[in-house]
């Protein structure tokens, strides 16, 4: 069974800065996928990235940014220029690319809560 | 266009009772995914349902159960409610159901089990 660790239960960081959050996973597949999910206290999971193994370039949304070190099982969350809105927990999941229809189980770490301090 | 709508938003009901969840999809979505998150926690998958059909179970109890409806909205059943039962209850709809879909959630339900 594949397992998500995320070992930053709390991070914070000066708005404009530069932050990393933290992402191992345990898995004995070749291919799948991996996202990072903010959920802010509105409860909503968003999706703010996504990562295919196969990929060897990491994905990048606008501040948001991957570091996918597929050897290493590590997949880390870069976020940028932080700002006020991007305060939340953010979760590390992985999901199987076994292609059996209807497999979309995903597995979650246990977050990380970011803090954005003016 | 509307996202997934889940309801009640939230519930209080005491120990062995029974609570039913219900969930509409993204318009045109196929495929409901239902999550447990226990406070402090990440979310835990409890049921897939792809047109219709179970394609996924989590390792819950039979007291946890599901269906999906012809017009693909979804309904999670709870039943003999536990204290270890209170969660939020989130629902997810994506298009096909497996490959690379994004799962969409909806804002879940808030069950507090006293």
């Known amino acids: 069974a594949q397992t998500v660790t995320q070992s930053q239960p709390e991070m914070s960081v000066q708005e404009a800065e530069t932050v990393t959050l933290s992402c191992t996973y345990d898995?004995?597949?070749?291919?799948?996928?991996l996202f990072w999910y903010k959920q802010p206290p509105s409860r909503q999971m968003i999706l703010v990235i996504r990562?295919?193994?196969?990929?060897?370039q990491n994905a990048t949304e606008n501040r948001f940014s991957v570091n996918f070190q597929k050897a290493a099982k590590s997949f880390s969350l870069k976020i940028s220029d932080s700002q006020l809105g991007d305060a939340a927990m953010y979760f590390c999941a992985y999901r199987s690319s076994i292609s059996n229809f209807g497999n979309e189980k995903l597995t979650f770490g246990t977050g990380t809560r970011l803090t954005i301090i003016p | 266009d509307a996202g997934v709508t889940q309801s009640p938003t939230h519930l209080i009901k005491t120990r062995g009772q029974q609570v039913t969840l219900r969930c509409s999809p993204i318009?045109?979505?196929?495929?409901v995914s239902w999550y447990q998150q226990v406070l402090g926690q990440g979310p835990q998958f409890i049921f897939q349902y792809y047109e219709k059909e179970e394609r996924g179970r989590g390792n819950f109890p039979d007291r946890f159960s599901a269906r999906q409806f012809p017009n693909y909205s979804s309904e999670l059943n709870v039943n003999a409610l536990l204290l270890g039962d209170s969660a939020l209850y989130l629902c997810?709809?994506?298009?096909?159901?497996?490959?690379?879909?994004?799962?969409?959630f909806g804002a879940g339900s808030r069950l507090t089990v006293l």
């Open positions: 898995t004995s597949e070749s291919d799948y996928y």
């Open positions: 997810a709809s994506s298009l096909r159901g497996s490959g690379a879909n994004v799962l969409t």
């Open positions: 990562q295919e193994a196969y990929k060897q």
């Open positions: 318009s045109g979505h196929k495929s």
